[in-house]
T-cell receptor
Framework: DGGITQSPKYLFRKEGQNVTLSCEQN?????MYWYRQDPGQGLRLIYY???????QKGDIAEGYSVSREKKESFPLTVTSAQKNPTAFYLC?????????????FGDGTRLSIL | AQSVTQLGSHVSVSEGALVLLRCNYS??????LFWYVQYPNQGLQLLLK??????LVKGINGFEAEFKKSETSFHLTKPSAHMSDAAEYFC????????????FGQGTELSVKP
């Protein structure tokens, strides 16, 4: 089945540690997105990529980094500079950058601080 | 800039009653509008979308929404609530000039009482 796979489902970070969240899609979508979800705040865009080897900052990019070396993969690194990383992280992909097609979401990674 | 406001962070209905979840948007260009549903610890699933054409849009699980340009609204309705409808619902907006990015509302948690 086509879809988006996020791993791990749960992740714990120690102080001063960088952690990487995996996102893989087999939908052949050009665009991929990372969102952060906090209770009562909806989803906020961290980074997005419309094509391989290119990505743009979203609304809350500080303390995060991404790469897009393959069409299928868009990993997110939560760096030690992100002082409040506890949240639910959702990866999504979309077939086009014109906004008319819905995004497809993975099942998320819940990140907590040890 | 685009924005979405969902009126009511929590809505409670009895099983069999009408479900009405409110969404108002702001957009300087013709919007694309989406409703997503999220069950606990899962990703988002598309319920329905409006891009162009018919303003009354039917989605999955008996949900529908009506695009009203004059009221800048896209409210979600279901004639008869079922226990399985209990979840969080997100309204989102995009447009042709946003690079595929979605702007989400804060979400509405729907509870269904037996």
């Amino acid at each position: 089945d086509g879809g988006i796979t996020q791993s791990p489902k749960y992740l714990f970070r120690k102080e001063g540690q960088n952690v990487t969240l995996s996102c893989e899609q087999n939908l052949n979508h050009d665009a991929m997105y990372w969102y952060r979800q906090d209770p009562g705040q909806g989803l906020r865009l961290i980074y997005y990529s419309q094509i391989v080897n290119d990505f743009q900052k979203g609304d809350i990019a500080e303390g995060y980094s991404v790469s897009r070396e393959k069409k299928e993969s868009f990993p997110l690194t939560v760096t030690s500079a992100q002082k409040n990383p506890t949240a639910f992280y959702l990866c999504a992909s979309g077939p086009s950058a014109d906004g008319s097609q819905p995004q497809h979401f993975g099942d998320g990674t819940r990140l907590s601080i040890l | 800039a685009q924005s979405v406001t969902q009126l009511g962070s929590h809505v409670s209905v009895s099983e069999g009653a009408l479900v009405l979840l409110r969404c108002n948007y702001s957009s300087s260009v013709p919007p694309y509008l989406f409703w997503y549903v999220q069950y606990p610890n899962q990703g988002l699933q598309l319920l329905l979308k409006y891009t162009t054409g018919a303003t009354l849009v039917k989605g999955i699980n008996g949900f529908e929404a009506e695009f009203k340009k004059s009221e800048t609204s896209f409210h979600l309705t279901k004639p008869s609530a079922h226990m399985s409808d209990a979840a969080e619902y997100f309204c989102a907006v995009s447009s042709y000039n946003q690079g595929g990015k979605l702007i989400f509302g804060q979400g509405t948690e729907l509870s269904v009482k037996p």
